[in-house]
């Protein structure tokens, strides 16, 4: 038995549908446990380790939704699938309400079933990998005092404003702030600003009434109202537009919001966390940024160190991410001692960003399941052999401006001239890169 095999509970007493199901899933790559009722469903879960758990309604010994709870009591995070002989839709509200990540009914094509697993296991690693990074930071003896000062400013609904370099991990912080808020029980939401094109962010933010614009047929309400009574994160904040910069300060101002095309106030209660890889100061000289707005969120400001000086978080990172890539191809991943050294030497201009897609990357072009230090030479550029690419005091300094310039470059050559993507891997907007691709005349290396 291959124990990197997604395992997969599978809780029914259909002998047909359980042998069906379960020759589908091998097939596909998963360990599969079948359990006839629920005495021994339990038995498993106490004596096991499970990826899913695929849980019938109609049991002997009681209803798949009743045991939703007990599945919570023993792990609160492992995802679990109901099913069930029709399409009922109370119930797929009522096992969702306790817990439930999916519904599938019996009537569906079975392949379906495995593009649900699929989709949720994934979703279950991916939560898991984020679930397992702020760990590593409150660890990491660098950000301590950061960690200790956020954590000490939680409970109070002041607005904070994080700064740093793109990938250094400020959505991370985001939500360590609201779990150790007063509304930690409360709705998280957040939003690349940068993500959302300026002809429909005032839509998102603050939601539309029906008719409010062409293609409007219904009343929507926006991202502020979604975080009525929790947290708000607003991630590249510097990249609003001017007149949306407004909006945003008159709610910061008086807690209301209007939909677009209403003339109706609301009024919300919600904990604004903004984040920014641009100098806003810098931004208000250049009549980008409003300076009021300014003064509003830069409450309580904290800057986040760059990954590269926070060396002791690099191997634990990576290693994170090896486990998580094992258990979402099983495979069995690791890193030679020589990839784990010149990852530790590396400088990491893009931070955490950068190594979990250096890593990704290597591991999937690796001809091994142990990854060399020669497998990352394409992803990061650099000759293996070298002593690494971090700085030394002697070393030569580069302008900034140039190397903005030489990493937009980069992106844009390992992209092969996408700009979407190359602004994804950079962390900045699609304007950004558009901007700087002319200000550095990069035009030939770039296309849309």
């Known amino acids: 038995m291959n124990n990197n095999l997604p395992k997969i509970l599978l809780v029914d007493d259909d002998r047909v549908f359980s042998t069906l199901a379960s020759r589908l899933l091998i097939e596909n790559g998963y360990e599969v446990v079948v359990a006839s009722n629920l005495f021994k469903a339990k038995q498993e879960l106490l004596e096991n380790s499970f990826d899913l758990v695929l849980l019938d309604h109609h049991l002997p010994d009681g209803t798949g939704a009743d045991f939703l709870n007990t599945i919570r009591n023993l792990s609160p995070s492992l995802p679990v699938i109901m099913v069930s002989t029709a399409d009922r839709p109370n119930l797929v509200v009522r096992c969702v309400k306790n817990g439930a990540e999916s519904f599938f009914s019996k009537d569906q094509p079975p392949r379906e079933l495995i593009e649900l697993v699929k989709n949720i296991k994934e979703q279950f690693l991916i939560t898991k990998l984020e679930d ?40 991370v912080f985001s939500k360590l702030i609201h779990k150790h808020s007063n509304r930690a029980d409360k709705t998280f939401v957040s939003v690349n600003c940068a993500a959302v094109p300026s002809n429909l962010i005032e839509a998102e933010l603050f939601g539309y009434e029906k008719g409010a614009f062409t293609g409007a047929t219904k009343s929507k309400a926006g991202l502020f109202e979604s975080a009525d009574g929790g947290t708000l994160f607003l991630d590249e904040v510097g990249e609003l537009e001017y007149d949306i910069q407004s909006k945003l300060l008159l709610f910061l101002q008086d807690k209301t919001i209007k939909r677009v095309g209403s003339n109706e106030t609301k009024e919300l209660d919600i904990r604004i966390v903004a984040a920014t890889n641009r100098n806003l100061e810098e931004m208000v000289e250049r009549k980008q940024f409003r300076a009021d707005l300014l003064f509003r969120i830069n409450v309580l400001s904290f800057k986040i160190p760059a990954l590269r000086n926070r060396q002791e978080m690099i191997l634990p990172l990576a290693e994170r991410k090896i486990v998580f890539l094992s258990q979402k191809w099983g495979k069995s991943l690791s890193l030679s001692k020589e990839a784990k050294q010149l990852l530790q030497n590396h400088s990491w201009p893009g931070n955490i960003r950068e190594l979990e897609n250096a890593v990704e990357r290597a591991a999937a072009l690796a001809p091994t399941e142990q990854i060399q230090a020669g497998d990352f030479e394409a992803s990061l550029r650099i000759e293996v052999g070298s002593s690494g690419s971090r700085p030394r005091e002697s070393d030569e300094i580069v302008e900034l401006s140039n190397l903005e310039k030489n990493q937009i470059k980069k992106a844009l050559e390992i992209c092969e001239g996408h700009r979407a993507k190359a602004s994804k891997m950079l962390g900045i907007s699609e304007r950004s890169i558009y901007e700087k691709i002319k200000k550095y005349s990069l035009q030939k290396a770039g296309r849309s």
Do not use: H, M, R
């Open 132 to 171: 397992q990074i702020p760990l590593v930071i409150e660890q990491s003896f660098t950000t301590k005092k950061l960690v200790d000062n956020l954590k000490k400013i939680a409970p109070l609904d002041s607005t904070v404003l994080l700064t740093g370099e793109t990938g250094t991990g400020k959505s």
